[in-house]
C-alpha cells in the first residue's frame, strides 16, 4: 500500500498551490484521507482531513485559505492551498487511515517566500 504526493513547489506569498496525493495497493474510497503538515524543527501538525461521506475538517491557522477535496474512485485527495503564507513552509504529508492503521505518502515540500 502507497500513497504518492506531489505539487509542492516554491511560490511567492499571496499565490496558490494544489497538492495530490494518490493512493495504490489498496482502495481507500470508504476511508478518512487527509493532510499534515512539518516545518523544520517543529512536530508534524494537522492541516486538514476529508471523510469518505465528503465531511471536511481544518486546522484554525488554514481554514478559509486551504480546501481539501478527494476522488474516491481513484483513491486520491487533493489539497488546494491558496493565500499562501511564509508560515505555511513545510513538508505536507498526506494520509489514510484503513483498518486502524495510518498509512503516510512520502512528503512534498512546500517553500513560501516573502
Known amino acids: 500500500v502507497q500513497l504518492q504526493a506531489s505539487g509542492g513547489g516554491l511560490v511567492q506569498a499571496g499565490r496558490s498551490l494544489k497538492l495530490s496525493c494518490t493512493g495504490s495497493g489498496a482502495s481507500f474510497r470508504t476511508n478518512h484521507m487527509g493532510w499534515y503538515r512539518q516545518a523544520p524543527g517543529k512536530e508534524r501538525e494537522f492541516v486538514a482531513r476529508?471523510?469518505?461521506?465528503?465531511?471536511?475538517d481544518y486546522a484554525d491557522s488554514v481554514k478559509g485559505r486551504f480546501t481539501i477535496s478527494r476522488d474516491s474512485a481513484k483513491s486520491a485527495v487533493f489539497l488546494q492551498m491558496n493565500s499562501l503564507k511564509p508560515e505555511d513552509t513545510a513538508v505536507y504529508y498526506c494520509?489514510?487511515?484503513?483498518?486502524?492503521?495510518?498509512?503516510w505518502g512520502q512528503g512534498t515540500q512546500v517553500t513560501v517566500s516573502s
Open positions: 494520509s489514510a487511515i484503513k483498518r486502524g492503521l495510518t498509512y
Open positions: 476529508i471523510a469518505p461521506g465528503g465531511t471536511t
